[in-house]
């Protein structure tokens, strides 16, 4: 089995299309019980004018059509950012088993920056979090996105 960091690197990679394309540099990767990525995207609400296109929703569509069921029991999705309500929503939905993300987002992250969804008790499904994977990076991709905006 790959590490976290491995998988947390490949996040990174969607963040960098993402930085291409234009969009806020997010990326995200599902990845099953076996260790293997069967789902990515980057944000992309800009370019597909569809404001659910955040990179953890693009990544948990394409896992679960890979996998023909919404559900994605067992499964780790690594985000480069804290989850955001809609996306934690999405996550909770997916039954996902883990969450890794790589840096905080102070104005809308929901995991430990605004508020922790993951632990409200009116869920029947509990997901393990690690917050803090490769954070360095992932706010360097953003730092670079909005220097070059300003």
């Not at 960098?16 to 293997?36: C, F, S």
Request: aromatic letters at 8%; one cysteine or more.
């Amino acid at each position: 089995m790959r590490s976290d960091e491995f998988y947390m690197h490949r996040a990174l990679d969607q963040a960098r299309l993402g930085l291409a394309a234009g969009e806020v540099p997010v990326g995200a990767v599902v990845v099953d019980g076996e260790g293997d990525i069967i789902g990515e995207g980057f944000n992309a609400p800009v370019g597909s004018h569809d404001p659910s296109a955040h990179a953890e929703v693009r990544a948990l569509r394409d896992a679960a059509q890979r996998l023909g069921n919404y559900r994605l029991d067992g499964c780790t999705l690594y985000v480069s950012l804290e989850p955001c309500l809609m996306c934690t929503g999405a996550i909770i939905h997916a039954r996902l088993a883990r969450v890794v993300y790589g840096a905080a987002e102070p104005k809308t992250g929901m995991v430990e920056s605004r508020a922790n969804l993951f632990a409200q008790p009116w869920y029947n499904h509990r997901v393990e979090v690690e917050g803090g994977l490769l954070a360095v990076q992932a706010k360097r991709l953003l730092k670079t996105f909005f220097a070059d905006r300003r």
